[in-house]
């Protein structure tokens, strides 16, 4: 029974370590949003700065777990290449290394309880006041907690007599057996809480109890390095060729790794002995560790980084490019909220992304409306407007079914991420989202009635006269143009610039509009085809329609850092 009691205990202070964990996560995510959104931008430079930007967004959130499942999902779609992929998770791994330092060096030369509670205590009352910094209350109760956790844990070890503590000291005694018996335990953890940084937790507190060696503790720190990429493979499931070579990059990064460190062991060690002060042993030790840790994963980045190119290769050599369906088939958004790994701030980000894809699924639903109307502006034989309407039809019939399922899962997506706790401007964000969603889905929907019509004036035989397509083909234009507008504020929502042409375009499309519809009123009270001339204006009025969605398109992205 005493065992039973020990063991729950053990595994409440890991809960309670791992909430702390998680809520001071969120605590420094809503504080540090929108700078943390704008830092992952750096992804899509140079090799340095998307390790820089993996170590500086793990060491923020806390979890190389994260960091690299968010990689492999913005690779899936599209919005990383592999080799940007590999930078970021030689990044992570090195980002990961800082909760080791923060326990070392905190958690047990000081008395933890003596300001854990209050720590809790203090950001529990941050919490509940009503002011802008309720995250700077998060971060501290996530602290309190997470200190709180580990002192639980460091207390609840359980004690050995000298005799048990012999028979443990020989089990380390058969040497290289021993170290791979150590990797496959710290991997073993790893892959059952989904945590390296509490695992690294769990074993510096072994370390500085005395119930493994400083040898043990190393293998151990290193399997751990192993059992992290469990995470980034399991995210790789059913997904893309790249993001299953993404996945494979963090798994290949991590065991190579971890290979080249057992065979220099022992070198690996007397390194982390030169540059750390002290003996190995309490207290020291735990300095060690992390110190070890930081170096394993510095020196493995520096060594695979100049090969960035011959690794990613080495990568696409292994899983062979699959002939990827040409059809759009049905668009699904992996979410699983509540999770360790869950990071909010961060899967707003990938929501933008996504919706980012969403708007260039659009433009090239207008791209090809265009193209329909300039094959019209030019005299052509009959079965030809007619095989080109119903390519046309069908097409953006297979588009529009899937921006609407893209509308579905990035709503419910966003909707989900509201339940996390989010900063003020995550939460504003997260509005302006919802709304370019709606709006983006809406100008699919009248793409495709254009296309239709389109189709009807064909099958129908109502001609448009070629001044009126001439017209249609120069109002088109303008309408294209906002659209590339709209993709280019993506980029820079706060250029002025852009928002003064915005106004300006909306303006000159509407008047243009106006124009075109006196014109099929002339040409009806000049005795045409009343058919042909309501179908014109009611091209004409589709064509403005998505005018008017990039124009809300466009207000809503000048508002969004507002």
């Not at 992390?290 to 994963?297: D, K, S, Y």
């Not at 265009?370 to 390519?391: G, S």
Request: aromatic residues 8%; proline residues 2%.
């Amino acid at each position: 029974m005493q065992y039973i009691s020990m063991l729950f205990t053990i595994i409440g202070s890991l809960g309670l370590f791992l909430y702390g964990m998680k809520v001071m996560s969120d605590g420094i995510q809503q504080s540090a949003g929108e700078r943390l959104q704008r830092a992952l931008a750096f992804m899509t430079g140079t090799r340095v700065t998307g390790v820089l930007t993996g170590f500086a967004v793990t060491a923020v959130i806390q979890s190389s777990s994260a960091t690299t499942v968010m990689v492999v999902s913005f690779v899936n779609a599209g919005l990383l290449t592999l080799k940007q992929a590999i930078g970021v998770i030689m990044g992570a791994n090195v980002g990961t290394t800082v909760t080791a330092w923060i326990v070392s060096l905190v958690g047990f030369s000081f008395n933890i309880s003596a300001f854990a509670l209050p720590a809790v205590g203090a950001g529990f009352i941050m919490t509940m006041l009503k002011w802008k910094r309720k995250d700077l209350g998060t971060v501290l109760l996530g602290f309190g907690l997470l200190f709180m956790g580990l002192d639980f844990l460091t207390k609840s070890m359980p004690k050995f007599s000298v005799e048990q503590l012999e028979i443990i000291a020989s089990v380390a005694n058969y040497g290289f057996l021993s170290l791979l018996l150590a990797v496959g335990v710290g991997m073993s953890i790893t892959l059952l809480i989904h945590s390296s940084s509490a695992a690294t937790a769990i074993i510096i507190t072994m370390g500085f109890q005395g119930l493994i060696s400083y040898d043990v503790a190393a293998g151990m720190i290193l399997g751990a390095n192993i059992g992290t990429t469990i995470d980034a493979a399991l995210a790789a499931i059913g997904t893309k060729t790249a993001a299953k070579r993404a996945a494979l990059v963090h798994v290949l990064f991590n065991v190579l790794g971890t290979v080249w460190a057992l065979v220099f062991f022992h070198p690996l060690l007397a390194l982390v002995d030169l540059v750390t002060p002290g003996v190995p042993a309490g207290a020291a030790l735990t300095v060690h560790l992390a110190m070890l840790h930081t170096i394993f994963n510095l020196i493995n980045a520096l060594v695979f980084l100049p090969f960035v190119d011959p690794f990613a290769l080495f990568v696409s050599l292994i899983i062979k490019e699959k002939n990827e369906p040409k059809e759009l088939g049905h668009y699904k958004l992996e979410y699983k909220s509540g999770s360790i790994q869950d990071t909010p701030e961060l899967n707003i980000l990938r929501a933008e992304k996504e919706i980012r894809n969403m708007a260039a699924l659009s433009a090239s639903m207008y791209a090809k409306i265009r193209d329909a109307l300039r094959t019209f502006h030019i005299d052509v034989q009959e079965a030809n407007k007619e095989q080109v309407v119903d390519t046309l039809v069908k097409d953006l019939a297979e588009r529009e079914r899937y921006a609407d399922e893209m509308r579905e899962e990035l709503t419910h997506f966003l909707i989900e991420c509201t339940r996390q706790q989010l900063s003020h401007y995550s939460e504003k964000k997260v509005s302006v989202l919802l709304g370019i969603t709606a709006s983006l889905e809406e100008l699919t929907d009248d793409c495709y009635g254009a296309s239709l019509l389109l189709e009807r004036s064909v099958k129908k035989d109502l001609v448009f006269k070629r001044k009126e397509t001439e017209a249609l083909t120069e109002y088109s234009g303008m309408v294209e143009q906002f659209l590339n507008l709209v993709e280019a504020q993506w980029g820079d929502p706060d250029d002025e610039e852009k928002r003064r042409e915005s106004e300006e375009l909306e303006s000159q499309i509407n008047k243009m509009q106006s124009k075109l519809r006196k014109l099929g009123r002339k040409r009806i009270e000049a005795g045409e085809n009343v058919k042909t001339e309501l179908l014109f204006i009611d091209l004409a009025r589709r064509i403005e329609k998505v005018g008017d969605y990039c124009y809300s398109i466009s207000s809503a992205l000048s508002m969004m850092n507002k």
